[in-house]
């Protein structure tokens, strides 16, 4: 074809009417989207007449034909004022443009078209600002577009189509946020939304409760008033030197807990999990430690020994590899309990109930046991080296 004979085409980004290129109308509808993508330096995805008719075969096209590309995006209807009558602002894209003003619940928005289609194409706000006028016409007096739909949750949906990305500030209720996104058709949106929905609804029990939690606690109760952390999660914590006397514990989780020289006198820690706790220098007289877990617990001089006569009671408790050196657990009850490799070196166990204890591997050297109950024992493997008190003094084959 020779040069004069050759048929050309005027190209404009969707909705602009500047910065027009004017390009050779190539062989194929395919080069004809590359050559324009290039000259506009955007990717073109469509093509449209100046009426808004997609175009989809080249041979539509008549020489010297306005053709405007889109990047995906319906067809913007082009306006070259605002509501207002002032110019519109032009930028380097369409989509900065044409703005538009939306008045949200008496609250001013301004933005373009492009943010307002692009993303979301078949939303309400596309179909609204897409070239249909069916809600156009509904302007306020200073030619904004009437929304009747909360400001508060709207914002981050525009900030969303803007750029993608979902920000919440902590004072915005994402459930608000997901009914404004579902009733505009922003369905990208939902799923972020009802995740955030989802974590803030989950439970916070699970969640340990620190040092701080615990001497709120103390401070807000009444000396003479039962303080209770029943089955609550203090894993990890550290509470050493706390006065915790009387406090229910039952069931909690206190794994890793730290309590090292604290009183926890009179305290009921039955069935509640100590595995791995450091109680060293704990005062615990008189504490119920029924079924108690304190594997690999440090009890290491201890006090369980109550002048009073009351005494404390650990039936059936897991101390199994515990050290316990140095505690002073006169009178204690240890029935049944499981003390496999634990270490009770220089124990004081005078009067100690030991029936049917399993105490295989128990390292009982130095300590005293006048008069302790160790009928039904398992000694398997125990060591009583040093002893302060002969065996037979004990309740062993009494």
């Given at each position: 074809?020779?040069?004069?004979?050759?048929?050309?085409?005027?190209?404009?980004?969707?909705?602009?009417?500047i910065d027009g290129k004017v390009v050779a109308l190539p062989q194929s509808f395919d080069a004809l989207l590359g050559a324009a993508g290039e000259a506009l330096g955007v990717e073109a995805k469509r093509l449209f007449t100046a009426k808004g008719g997609e175009i989809d075969d080249i041979l539509l096209i008549r020489d010297d034909e306005t053709v405007y590309v889109s990047c995906g995006e319906p067809f913007i209807e082009r306006t070259k004022c605002c509501a207002g009558g002032s110019c519109v602002a032009v930028g380097s894209t369409a989509s900065s443009r044409d703005w538009v003003t939306l008045?949200?619940?008496?609250?001013?928005?301004?933005?373009?078209?492009?943010?307002?289609?692009?993303?979301?194409?078949?939303?309400?706000?596309?179909?609204?600002?897409?070239?249909?006028?069916?809600?156009?016409?509904?302007?306020?007096?200073?030619?904004?577009?009437?929304?009747?739909?909360?400001?508060?949750?709207?914002?981050?949906?525009?900030?969303?189509?803007?750029?993608?990305?979902?920000?919440?500030?902590?004072?915005?209720?994402?459930?608000?946020?997901?009914?404004?996104?579902?009733?505009?058709?922003?369905?990208?949106?939902?799923?972020?939304?009802?995740?955030?929905?989802?974590?803030?609804?989950?439970?916070?029990?699970?969640?340990?409760?620190?040092?701080?939690?615990?001497?709120?606690?103390?401070?807000?109760?009444?000396?003479?008033?039962?303080?209770?952390?029943?089955?609550?999660?203090?894993?990890?914590?550290?509470?050493?030197?706390?006065?915790?006397?009387?406090?229910?514990?039952?069931?909690?989780?206190?794994?890793?807990?730290?309590?090292?020289?604290?009183?926890?006198?009179?305290?009921?820690?039955?069935?509640?999990?100590?595995?791995?706790?450091?109680?060293?220098?704990?005062?615990?007289?008189?504490?119920?430690?029924?079924?108690?877990?304190?594997?690999?617990?440090?009890?290491?001089?201890?006090?369980?020994?109550?002048?009073?006569?009351?005494?404390?009671?650990?039936?059936?408790?897991?101390?199994?590899?515990?050290?316990?050196?140095?505690?002073?657990?006169?009178?204690?009850?240890?029935?049944?309990?499981?003390?496999?490799?634990?270490?009770?070196?220089?124990?004081?166990?005078?009067?100690?109930?030991?029936?049917?204890?399993?105490?295989?591997?128990?390292?009982?050297?130095?300590?005293?046991?006048?008069?302790?109950?160790?009928?039904?024992?398992?000694?398997?493997?125990?060591?009583?080296?040093?002893?302060?008190?002969?065996?037979?003094?004990?309740?062993?084959?009494?």
């Amino acid at each position: 074809m020779s040069k004069g004979n050759m048929n050309r085409v005027i190209l404009f980004r969707n909705g602009s009417e500047i910065d027009g290129k004017v390009v050779a109308l190539p062989q194929s509808f395919d080069a004809l989207l590359g050559a324009a993508g290039e000259a506009l330096g955007v990717e073109a995805k469509r093509l449209f007449t100046a009426k808004g008719g997609e175009i989809d075969d080249i041979l539509l096209i008549r020489d010297d034909e306005t053709v405007y590309v889109s990047c995906g995006e319906p067809f913007i209807e082009r306006t070259k004022c605002c509501a207002g009558g002032s110019c519109v602002a032009v930028g380097s894209t369409a989509s900065s443009r044409d703005w538009v003003t939306l008045n949200v619940g008496g609250q001013y928005f301004s933005t373009t078209r492009g943010t307002l289609t692009t993303k979301e194409p078949n939303s309400m706000l596309a179909r609204m600002f897409a070239g249909n006028r069916l809600w156009l016409s509904v302007t306020d007096a200073n030619g904004a577009f009437l929304v009747d739909r909360s400001p508060r949750y709207f914002e981050p949906i525009l900030s969303y189509l803007r750029h993608g990305q979902l920000i919440l500030d902590k004072s915005i209720d994402p459930q608000g946020v997901l009914e404004e996104a579902t009733f505009f058709g922003i369905e990208s949106i939902v799923p972020l939304l009802e995740s955030m929905i989802q974590d803030e609804q989950k439970p916070t029990d699970n969640f340990p409760l620190g040092r701080r939690d615990v001497i709120s606690a103390l401070i807000k109760t009444s000396h003479i008033s039962e303080l209770r952390f029943q089955g609550l999660n203090l894993a990890g914590a550290d509470l050493s030197r706390l006065d915790l006397r009387n406090i229910n514990f039952k069931y909690a989780n206190m794994q890793g807990v730290k309590l090292i020289g604290a009183n926890l006198a009179f305290c009921c820690l039955e069935r509640a999990d100590l595995s791995h706790a450091n109680l060293e220098g704990a005062i615990l007289l008189g504490v119920k430690m029924l079924c108690a877990v304190l594997e690999g617990a440090n009890l290491k001089t201890c006090n369980f020994e109550d002048p009073a006569g009351s005494r404390a009671n650990l039936e059936g408790v897991n101390l199994k590899g515990a050290i316990l050196e140095g505690s002073q657990m006169a009178s204690v009850n240890l029935r049944v309990a499981t003390l496999k490799h634990a270490n009770l070196q220089n124990c004081d166990l005078r009067g100690a109930v030991l029936a049917g204890a399993d105490l295989e591997n128990c390292n009982l050297s130095g300590s005293d046991l006048h008069e302790a109950n160790l009928r039904g024992a398992n000694l398997k493997g125990a060591a009583f080296e040093l002893m302060l008190t002969p065996l037979h003094m004990s309740q062993t084959i009494r």
